[in-house]
């Protein structure tokens, strides 16, 4: 069989899609990528192929704007120009990134969509378990301020604007259904949770189904990382892993980050591929780099700080860490997934309008020294050791390729494989 995956142009979102993409190799499938030029190098070291956009190759699944409509018809049309390069059996997208699922109805192909933490739909069965302070949260955007379940309502409003606009576009009938059933999800839903952090199934649409962490991060020799990281565990201070970078219209949090801990007895990994400014002033006690691998950090961490995203998240999680959460704004994940962590008590948190150099190094603290949040972040990394992972992904997708029909999930039990 032969599988087409896309992905956004970033670490976070191609990561799950390589993972998967491997299990799918090792058995015997075919596969390759459709995303953006600059994730090629990356492509490359897992050896794996990314077809282009054209005879002509240029940017496409550009992740700020993932939500326009105009992005997801360049989407489609590089998805039906790599078609035309390696006809496949399954498409494979993502959440908030529909152009495969567009063109999936184009082609009357199967489609599945690689999800995120948390769910992006709005169900009133999932409010209604919330509690009434979480469903008030305010989120910010562009236009204003929304409580959650406001906030929810309107993203999902939003991106079926969008695709329905691009329906249109492309001659497709417009599908008039409930979230639960939405075309956003595909024939297969694979959403990297677990049920303590995401909540009962019987809430879920049943296309969702629920694998664990799919992530991947590609580590090769970094001697200076390796010789940071010995200084610092000989050093006996904390270690913390840091993704300071802004999120859609949110800011980033370098300087309270530097202000915060800079110079302090606490040794600070720090990633910054997503940060809207070139750093300076560097404190001793940090490491910097545009993409600093979780995988090489996070065995020696305390704990992680972010925005939020799911790659973060589950990073954490996998590795039993707490958290010291800071959402952005926009369409994303990061409120979802703020709410669920703070549900399940295993982060600390400050909307980003109450960050201070004096508020972020109290949360630090209550990060490294709060028992609680060790004991939930604990209970939670036992909770994914048991999901089936990209594995199990990879098992649902042949499915999906030999039986051309959504997967339901009362149908296929998942469990860990070998």
């Not at 236009?143 to 993203?155: E, I, N, Q, V, W």
């Not at 995401?198 to 001697?223: A, I, Q, R, Y």
């Not at 040794?267 to 545009?290: E, K, M, Q």
């Not at 996070?298 to 959402?327: D, E, M």
């Amino acid at each position: 069989m032969r599988f087409l995956f896309t992905s956004l142009t970033n670490y976070g979102s191609l990561g799950p899609a390589i993972s998967i993409a491997q299990q799918l190799r090792e058995r015997g499938h075919e596969v390759a990528f459709v995303t953006g030029p600059t994730m090629t190098p990356l492509l490359d070291r897992a050896g794996l192929r990314r077809i282009p956009r054209g005879e002509e190759d240029g940017p496409s699944f550009i992740v700020e704007f993932t939500a326009n409509p105009l992005e997801q018809a360049r989407q489609v049309k590089h998805i039906e120009y790599a078609l035309t390069q390696f006809p496949a059996d399954v498409l494979v997208g993502q959440a908030m990134a529909f152009g495969a699922v567009l063109a999936g109805a184009r082609h009357h192909l199967p489609t599945a969509v690689i999800g995120l933490a948390a769910s992006i739909l709005p169900t009133d069965a999932f409010l209604e378990r919330m509690p009434p302070e979480f469903r008030a949260y305010p989120v910010h955007r562009l236009a204003g301020t929304l409580p959650y379940d406001a906030f929810l309502s309107d993203r999902y409003a939003r991106l079926m604007e969008s695709h329905d606009i691009c329906s249109e576009m492309f001659w497709l009938p417009r599908r008039q259904v409930p979230s639960s059933r939405s075309p956003l999800l595909g024939d297969l839903h694979l959403l990297q949770s677990v049920e303590e952090l995401e909540g009962p199934l019987d809430v879920l649409p049943e296309v969702t189904h629920l694998v664990g962490n799919c992530g991947w991060d590609f580590t090769e020799p970094d001697p200076a990382l390796e010789q940071w990281l010995a200084e610092a565990r000989d050093s006996g201070e904390p270690i913390l892993y840091a993704q300071p970078g802004r999120v859609f219209n949110a800011p980033g949090f370098w300087d309270q980050l530097r202000g915060a801990l800079g110079e302090k007895p606490v040794r600070v990994a720090v990633s910054i591929g997503r940060l809207d400014r070139p750093v300076t002033d560097v404190p001793a006690n940090f490491f910097v780099r545009g993409h600093v691998p979780q995988a090489a950090v996070l065995p020696h961490a305390q704990g992680i700080i972010s925005s939020s995203t799911t790659a973060a998240v589950l990073g954490a999680l996998t590795h039993g860490l707490p958290l010291f959460l800071i959402p952005g704004g926009g369409g994303g994940e990061q409120s979802d997934l703020t709410l669920r962590c703070l549900a399940a008590g295993v982060a600390v948190h400050l909307r980003p309008e109450d960050v201070t150099v004096e508020s972020f190094g109290q949360k630090v603290e209550e990060l490294r020294t709060s028992e609680p949040l060790r004991h939930h972040a604990r209970r939670l990394q036992q909770a994914f050791a048991r999901a089936p992972g990209s594995s199990g992904a990879a098992a649902l997708l042949e499915r999906l390729a030999t039986e051309r029909r959504p997967i339901l999930r009362n149908e296929a039990p998942l469990r860990k494989l070998a």
